[in-house]
C-alpha cells in the first residue's frame, strides 16, 4: 500500500505561482507513475499532469497545460506539481495519486484557491 501526503496549497492572488509537493511512502517499489489531479468546485475530478518514475515521461490534462510543470524526485519519493499564471477557474482541491500495478492510491488532496 502506497501512503501520499500533498502539501503545498493555500491561498494565491491571480497571476501567481505555487508549487505543490507530494511525498509517497510505503510500498513505493509497485510506483511506476505518479501524478496530480484537481476537482473545482462543483466539478468531476480532471487530469492535470502525470509523470513515469522511471524515464520521467510527463503527461498534461488540457486544463493547465502551458502553465505546469510536473517533476520528480526519486530520491526522496517525492513528486512537485509548479503552477505559473494562476486563475480563479484553477480553484480547486489538488490530489495526488500514484498509479502501479495494484490500481491508483489517491491522497488526501490539497486546497488550491486563487483569488484576490
Known amino acids: 500500500q502506497v501512503q501520499l501526503v500533498e502539501s503545498g496549497g493555500g491561498l494565491v492572488q491571480p497571476g501567481g505561482s505555487l508549487r505543490l509537493s507530494c511525498a509517497a511512502s510505503?510500498?513505493?517499489?509497485?510506483?511506476?507513475?505518479m501524478g496530480w489531479y484537481r476537482r473545482p468546485p462543483g466539478k468531476q475530478r480532471e487530469l492535470v499532469a502525470t509523470?513515469?518514475?522511471?524515464?520521467?515521461?510527463?503527461n498534461y490534462g488540457d486544463s493547465m497545460k502551458v502553465r505546469v510543470t510536473i517533476s520528480r524526485d526519486n530520491t526522496k519519493n517525492t513528486v512537485y506539481l509548479q503552477m505559473i499564471s494562476l486563475k480563479p477557474e484553477d480553484t480547486a482541491v489538488y490530489f495526488c495519486a500514484s498509479m502501479g500495478p495494484g490500481g491508483t492510491s489517491w491522497g488526501q488532496g490539497t486546497q488550491v484557491t486563487v483569488s484576490s
Open positions: 509523470i513515469t518514475k522511471d524515464d520521467g515521461m510527463t
Open positions: 510505503g510500498s513505493i517499489f509497485s510506483i511506476y507513475a
